[in-house]
Nanobody, 124 residues
Framework: VQLQASGGGLVQAGGSLRLSCATS????????VAWFRRAPGKEREFVAS????????YYADSVKGRFTISTDRPKRTFYLQMNYLTPEDTALYYC??????????????????WGQGTLVTVSS
């Protein structure tokens, strides 16, 4: 399975971006896909996750109400719509996919495959 993240860029605070993650391989409805991020000088953190079916969404508290994760199974692609961005959202964003292993949907342990990351920079 390969994941290709795209859509990052430079945006002003208050703006929006949509990240995409194109995948190869099967898209099993119960399996989770997710976005994580790593800000400069910080540990990687969970952002959002969802099952390929579109159900069971999870969000980090810091992005609730601003970010939306969604899937498009026929296209084997999932997305992260990011609104009302702040400089604190500046990070390298990684997409990830699970094949049903151990772990909770908000932990990196669950995810077997990772994309290369796309950089989001929010200016103040």
């Amino acid at each position: 399975v390969q994941l290709q993240a795209s859509g990052g860029g430079l945006v002003q605070a208050g703006g929006s971006l949509r990240l995409s993650c194109a995948t190869s391989g099967r898209t099993t409805t119960n399996h989770f896909v997710a976005w994580f991020r790593r800000a400069p000088g910080k540990e990687r953190e969970f952002v959002a996750s969802v099952r390929w079916s579109g159900s069971s969404t999870y969000y980090a508290d810091s992005v609730k109400g601003r970010f939306t994760i969604s899937t498009d199974r026929p296209k084997r692609t999932f997305y992260l719509q990011m609104n009302y961005l702040t400089p604190e959202d500046t990070a390298l964003y990684y997409c990830a996919a699970s094949t049903g292993g151990w772990g909770t949907p908000d932990t990196a342990r669950l995810y077997d495959y990772w994309g290369q990351g796309t950089l989001v920079t929010v200016s103040s």
